[in-house]
């Protein structure tokens, strides 16, 4: 069996990742990316691009942990083309 993808090193799951924006040794998937607390804070080029559609809070700190799981359902779906 072959295995494509990476290991994302922050949730260990085999997907696609790429290289910390941060951090350049860590390979993270979108989902940890997604979901980091430094996108759009201190991360201002995040190594995933994900649009997202302006609703003014741009300049919040962090996002809680519910915004956290429904982007994550988000991008799952998104990712299974469902
Ligand atoms: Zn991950």
Redesign the pocket.
């Known amino acids: 069996m072959t295995i494509y993808w990476d290991r ?6 085999y ?1 696609p ?1 790429r290289s910390c924006t941060i951090i350049p040794s860590l390979q ?2 979108i ?3 997604a979901a980091c607390p430094y996108r759009g804070n201190k991360c201002t080029s995040p190594t995933w691009k994900i649009e997202v559609p302006s609703t003014g809070l741009k300049t919040r700190r962090e996002i809680s942990s519910e915004e956290k799981e429904r982007l994550l359902r988000e991008l799952e779906s998104l990712l299974k083309g469902s």
């Open positions: 994302c090193d922050l949730c260990g799951q997907r990742t993270v998937d989902h940890c990316c």
